[in-house]
């Protein structure tokens, strides 16, 4: 792909939304050099499958927010958030901002902060700016760069030492203007010894044209800190979902990675867990369902730097239709990772013969003194057992969803919060279904 | 007498990758009967079990089953199970994901009919007592379906499903094999304690020490294909003492297994010579 890259933007529109947003001049000048960057560098280059014909180009323009009740929100909004009243430790992003925050009081009180990215940047610029594009660098490719432009709206977590929330900390992303930028940052930091669960939802609703997310998570987890991290997408099919995922682990840390692709329309995700500390962890597990045509590029990858770190990633996906899946595991247990161990699983079931899923396992090994190990396996539903559910009476298409929740619930039955273990099976009753 | 189920096998034929090996099968069951068929490897036994139930692998070519008048051939899989035909398969299915108990409901779910759901404590009491009957560990339930169970809790597992679900004709294919005296005798309780008017029973097996437990009415022996001699529980024990010479004798049969490859039989090398390294 040539670098004669039409950028969705000019430098003056970013200056000008940066200057309408009051933000410091170092994010005025990071989006500006991003967006300057993205002159110069290219898509990423995926295996097998080529993006840019995805609609690259429809960024939609940054609408102001502002707060408003919930009540005020939409039905579909209000159905997600289970009925409260006032809902605690909640974020609520309507289409390029936030509409929604409230952090209980308790956790306010330890230190603790959850606010919009955009107010981030006024109250704590300086903590915003040591972790911001820390992890995932605006120079990697045209994606990472136009993100740096063009963000708006997103969330900072901040936990600060020792403090350990039991309570699971939410957001809600949802989006139904395709005229509006929808292309969040979210940025989650676990101090020392501190512990958080995260669960977001990505939800589109009534699109009438093409929309680009172009959405980065940067989640640095400190020595002996835990974060787990969950994300259902429930985009529908005019959302065009790029993100990157990508988190900086400590010695002794540990990254819990849970995430539902559920999309309908063409998704390219990269989540990347760097094991930088002694010790460190991280477990990731995805589960993914295509339909109708859609193009999916999913990557799960771990790296090893520090001694003794182990990973662990295991993706099941489920293809229909026409769809097409790239599932791509990376282990790198680079030079020095001594005792290290990497593990990962990609298993796709292919339910129709049109369907096409690829599940590619590659071990990247620097060092001798190591574990690593892949298992990859494609197939389809295995007619036998479609036989042995007939036949104690049950009809052909409830053996076949029998068998295919049954594919997913190693992983489903792994998530720790039972609301969004219900989310998710509901989810994959609708995508059979559709 | 009104709900006493008949089942007819008639002239039944069938194929299995091309090779023909039910050769004319008739048979016919009736509620409170329990009738055993028995004969050596090879001659066709499961393949009858499979076709009565709709294996897709096996192709019946010309026959008639029929249940209280009703083409069984015509009906699909489930449809079969659901006019209450059951299986006690000789190597059952594992199910990665599916929990035993949620299986088991379905099932019976199944039978019940639109809306006619089970309910949930209900299904827990009849699912607990039959699992104590058979002394199964009660942490089964939410054991993945067979998944890591020895071949002597998969078929406790047949027999389970077969008492929650009541089926009216119940086949056993090789219930027995793999099963130690212990097992075999909860197994056997199991099925006796399902005899009744309602209910005719076909086990297929290939020892007749399975009959010492379930007494059977009617004992058929199957060679090449098809039924060759019926007869009462007598003729099992001759089975047991004699073996099934006689009765190849008897009916002046060579060879009793079907679906042979030319390769398969044993030929007598003619060269004289040793052979050469």
């Known amino acids: 792909m040539s670098a004669q890259t039409i950028l969705p933007i000019d430098r003056d529109s970013v200056t000008r939304y940066s200057a309408g947003r009051q933000e410091p001049e170092w994010m005025t000048s990071l989006r500006t050099e991003a967006l300057e960057l993205a002159g110069t560098l290219e898509l990423p280059k995926l295996e097998k499958m080529r993006i840019d014909h995805w609609g690259l180009d429809r960024y939609g323009d940054p609408l102001p927010a502002g707060t408003r009740a919930l009540g005020e929100l939409p039905e579909a909004v209000k159905e997600l958030l289970q009925s409260e009243e006032h809902p605690e430790n909640l974020l609520v992003q309507w289409n390029s901002g936030a509409v929604y925050t409230s952090l209980s009081p308790e956790l306010a009180k330890q230190g603790v902060i959850f606010t919009d990215l955009e107010s981030a940047l006024k109250q704590h610029p300086g903590l915003v700016r040591k972790y911001f594009m820390t992890c995932v660098k605006k120079d990697e490719n045209l994606l990472t760069a136009l993100h740096a432009a063009l963000w708006s709206g997103g969330l900072f977590l901040y936990v600060p030492k020792h403090v350990v929330i039991e309570t699971p900390i939410q957001a809600l992303f949802y989006v139904d203007q395709a005229t509006a930028r929808f292309s969040p940052h979210v940025l989650i930091v676990a101090e020392a010894g501190s512990s958080v669960t995260y669960v977001d939802n990505f939800v589109s609703a009534g699109l009438e044209q093409k929309l680009v997310h172009n959405g980065i998570v940067e989640v640095i987890v400190e020595a002996g800190a835990r974060v787990n991290f969950a994300s259902t997408r429930d985009l529908g099919r005019q959302v065009t979902d790029l993100t990157y995922r990508r988190a900086r682990i400590g010695q002794d840390g540990q990254m819990y990675w849970i995430l539902g692709e559920m999309n309908s329309g063409n998704a390219m995700s990269d989540t990347t867990s760097l094991l930088v500390g002694n010790g460190s962890l991280s477990d990731t597990k995805v589960i993914c369902m295509g339909t109708g045509d859609q193009q999916l590029n999913l990557t799960t990858r771990a790296v090893h730097f520090g001694k003794a770190s182990s990973s662990d990633m295991i993706t099941r996906a489920v293809m229909q239709d026409e769809a097409t899946a790239i599932i791509n595991g990376i282990t790198k247990i680079e030079k020095g990772s001594t005792g290290a161990n990497g593990q990962q699983t990609e298993k796709v079931l292919m339910l129709s013969p049109k369907a096409r899923g690829d599940a590619n396992p590659i071990l990247l090994i620097d060092e001798d003194d190591v574990k690593a190990g892949h298992a990859a396996s494609v197939g389809q539903v295995n007619p036998e057992q479609i036989y042995y559910l007939m036949s104690r009476g049950i009809s052909r298409e409830e053996a076949a969803r029998l068998i295919i929740k049954g594919f997913l619930a190693p992983v489903v039955g792994e998530i720790p919060i039972s609301k969004l273990q219900e989310r998710l099976h509901s989810l994959v009753e609708r995508k059979l279904e559709s | ?277």
Do not use: C
């Open chain 2, 1 to 277: 007498m009104a709900n006493s189920p008949k089942f007819t096998i008639d002239g039944l034929k069938a194929t299995v990758e091309g090779k023909e090996i039910l050769q004319g099968v008739s048979i016919e069951i009736k509620g409170g009967e329990v009738h055993a068929i028995m004969g050596p490897n090879g001659t066709g036994k499961s393949t009858l079990a499979s076709a009565i139930m709709g294996h897709p692998k096996y192709e019946v070519t010309e026959g008639s089953i029929t249940l209280d008048g009703e083409d069984v051939l015509e009906m699909a899989v489930d449809e079969r199970a659901r006019a209450g035909l059951f299986l006690a398969m000789q190597y059952p299915s594992e199910i990665t994901g599916v929990t035993n108990a949620d299986f088991l409901r379905s099932a019976m779910n199944a039978r019940r009919g639109e809306g006619n759901d089970i309910s949930l404590i209900k299904f827990i009491r009849q699912m607990e007592a039959r699992m104590k009957d058979l002394e199964m560990n009660p942490e089964f339930a939410h054991r993945y379906l067979n998944e890591g169970f020895s071949g002597g809790e998969k078929k406790r597992n047949e027999i389970l499903q077969m008492m929650l679900l009541e089926p009216k004709i119940v086949i056993l294919d090789e219930i027995d094999s793999g099963l130690d005296i212990d097992a075999l005798r909860i197994v056997a309780e199991g099925v006796n304690k399902m005899r009744s008017e309602e209910r005719g029973f076909l086990i297929i097996t290939h020892y007749q020490r399975l009959l010492n437990y379930i007494k059977p009415d009617f004992v058929h022996v199957m060679m090449q294909g098809r039924i060759v001699k019926s007869g009462g529980p007598e003729l099992a024990e001759r089975l047991e003492n004699e073996g099934y010479d006689w009765v190849k004798e008897e009916l002046g049969i060579v060879e009793e297994r079907v679906g042979l490859d030319p390769e398969e039989e044993f030929k007598v090398p003619m060269n004289t010579t040793a052979p050469k390294h």
